[in-house]
């Protein structure tokens, strides 16, 4: 086993050790400040990969490992253990990832007496562990986040967003100006709502098209805020929390005058460089959107939100997180719709929109933006689109869309999605 190999798996435990950690971190904090920076960028890619993996399979890791061990081990002989199984359970040569995660144990400063466990638990899973994974359930969420879902949508449908979940996603794409070329060239598939949708994808800064600038990364449910929104050429759009500007760039392709606003400094920095990756172009404000003044066509607000709708893309959030947060990002995503329907012009129409599974973040934000809003309707007309099943209508006329959805295709992110008309 190259050297290469173990310094790929130790960077997988590194971010693993940090998510499931004492103090649990999320791995885009953990990426952004640095923690992989020291290796080379495919190892960075696979450590990536790996732990990814491994937070989707976590609990039939454990189920698996629980049989050979009489109590857990320390928090990183666990995780080799774990990312080890996921190797071993997904194909991975029983040799090769044995030998690399004995290695890995026996480099470390304090706990190289434990590689003869490390090895001992490793083949004994090798032998066992491929033939039991397929048996096993697909893993649940954690109860803090379980216990609501199944209250709002029902425990079959907890039970279908899980396998979602697990299945993880495809890379969807969002043409600049052709998806059908931008289909052929990647040899993605033209999804019905326009996005391009590649199942094994490499690294996306080598595909084609990525250096021009033709399309950029964005889920399927992604991209339907600016669908709905449908911008004209021309028009003076507002789109609130901008970054990192999938959406703006949506907004400038379709030719509207767009306003982006964000207030972190580092991800406005993503908007500029994505725009001008694709040579679209957009004003931009770095500030709090509450402190946005002026009158717009229309406004796109993406608001702040829990992520729940991205856990098959990113599953270290279950764990990272335990809610304690949400009740000051529900509280912070009234103040954005109150402030935005002031920016409003008469006959203008905002689309309000989170990536969550949570209805307090969603359904309910809008009928209670409904009743404080005399001049408020919601327009669900606009939601009758291709590849949109009319049973994701909710009630009071906003979308509801669930990683469970479009299971035949390869699923979407969950999201939320109103489109607010202001009377004239
Ligand atoms: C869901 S992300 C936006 C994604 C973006 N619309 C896109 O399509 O690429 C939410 C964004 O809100 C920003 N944000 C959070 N609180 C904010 C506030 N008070 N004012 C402006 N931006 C805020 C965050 O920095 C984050 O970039």
Redesign the pocket.
């Known amino acids: 086993m190259s050297q290469t190999g173990v310094q790929a798996r130790r960077g997988a435990v590194s971010l693993l050790d940090q998510i499931l950690g004492d103090e649990p971190r999320l791995m885009s904090e953990l990426l952004a400040g640095g923690v992989l920076e020291k290796l080379p960028p495919d190892d960075r890619a696979r450590a990536q990969r790996l732990a990814t993996e491994t937070l989707r399979g976590l609990e039939r890791a454990d189920r698996l490992l629980q049989k050979h061990l009489k109590k857990y081990p320390p928090l990183t002989i666990h995780n080799v253990l774990r990312v080890g199984t996921i190797e071993l359970c997904q194909g991975g040569a029983a040799h090769g990832v044995v030998n690399a995660m004995v290695n890995l144990v026996a480099q470390h400063p304090r706990l190289s007496h434990l590689k003869g466990l490390t090895n001992a638990v490793l083949r004994k899973i090798a032998a066992e562990g491929p033939d039991a994974w397929d048996a096993l359930r697909a893993p649940r969420l954690p109860k803090w986040l379980r216990g609501p879902l199944i209250e709002a949508w029902g425990a079959d449908a907890m039970a279908a967003m899980e396998i979602a979940h697990f299945k993880g996603a495809p890379l969807d794409l969002t043409a600049k100006t052709d998806p059908q070329a931008v289909a052929e060239a990647t040899g993605g598939t033209l999804l019905p709502t326009g996005t391009v949708r590649i199942t094994n994808p490499g690294q996306v800064s080598t595909m084609p098209g990525y250096e021009a600038g033709d399309w950029w990364v964005?889920d399927a449910a992604?991209a339907l805020?600016v669908r709905i929104l449908d911008p004209k050429p021309g028009e003076a759009i507002l789109?609130?929390?901008?970054?990192?500007?999938?959406?703006?760039m949506q907004l400038a392709a379709a030719g509207a005058d767009v306003t982006a606003?964000?207030?972190?400094i580092p991800?406005m920095v993503r908007?500029k460089e994505n725009l001008s990756r694709t040579g679209l172009a957009a004003k931009t404000l770095t500030?709090?959107?509450?402190?946005v003044k002026g009158s717009f066509d229309a406004i796109?607000l993406?608001?702040?939100?829990s992520?729940t709708g991205t856990i098959r893309r990113h599953p270290d959030l279950p764990y990272a997180k335990d809610g304690s947060e949400f009740g000051a990002l529900i509280e912070?995503q009234t103040?954005?719709i109150d402030h935005a329907w002031t920016l409003l012009k008469p006959g203008g129409r905002m689309v309000f929109c989170?990536?969550s599974l949570l209805p307090d973040e969603g359904e309910v934000q809008v009928d209670e933006a409904l009743e404080k809003h005399q001049d408020m309707q919601v327009d669900s007309s606009v939601l009758s689109l291709p590849g949109i099943d009319s049973s994701w209508i909710t009630t009071e006329g906003g979308l509801r869309l669930r990683p469970d959805y479009w299971s035949d295709f390869g699923g979407m992110d969950g999201f939320y999605i109103a489109c607010l008309r202001k009377a004239g």
């Open positions: 964005q992604a805020p789109d609130l929390c901008a970054a990192p500007g999938g959406k703006t606003v964000d207030d972190s991800r908007v500030k709090d959107a509450r402190a796109l993406d608001a702040p939100c992520a912070l103040e954005l989170t990536c």
